[in-house]
DNA sequence: GCCAACGTTGGC
DNA sequence: GCCAACGTTGGC
């Protein structure tokens, strides 16, 4: 099973209303990267869920509910979006900082491409994250 | 609020 | 097909 780390500004989408809603489309997503990281998506991968610009920090767990469809907010019908569901909240946050501050996660893409908002993280990075966030579910 | 990174657009 | 201009993201 993949693991993931998606992004989200909460004043746009937060995860409150991730957990409120249970399961949501995940859309809006336009950069080439990113939507490829969507299809490579499958149903049942767990994915990080990211609070940019406030907060910053790894808030919460979400798996794919539906693989890629074509996104319903993009009238070009391009773009594709995945529904996620949310599992459970990080019993302690995981910030961006304490995440820059461990050598271990120099080649994780949140710290090298600070704008791609749809990533792979590899297995060891997710247990790593896992445990500093006090993660302990499967 | 500023700015670096970087993707996209459009003129040539 | 190149590249300058511009827009957007997101950290600080």
């Known amino acids: ?6 992004k989200s500004e909460p004043d746009a989408f937060s995860w409150d209303q991730q957990v ?5 489309p995940w859309t ?4 080439a990267l990113a939507a490829n990281n969507l299809k490579a998506m499958r149903q049942g991968d767990r994915a990080f869920f990211y ?10 767990v979400v ?9 319903p907010t993009d009238e070009t019908g391009r773009w594709v979006c995945v529904d996620m569901r949310a599992v459970g909240p990080l019993p302690q946050p995981v910030t961006l900082a304490a995440i820059k501050a ?10 090298r491409q600070s704008r791609l908002s749809v990533m792979p993280v590899s297995d060891a990075h997710w ?5 500093l966030g006090g993660w302990t579910r499967d």
């Open 63 to 71: 798996e794919v509910a539906r693989e890629a469809y074509p996104d």
């Open 127 to 131: 247990a790593r994250l896992c445990t």
């Open 28 to 31: 809006g997503v336009r950069n």
């Open 51 to 60: 609070h940019s610009n406030i907060g910053k920090a790894i808030v919460g």
């Open 20 to 24: 409120r809603n249970g399961t949501e």
């Open 102 to 111: 461990d050598p271990d996660f120099a080649d994780l893409a949140l710290v």
């Open 1 to 6: 099973m993949a693991h993931w780390l998606v």
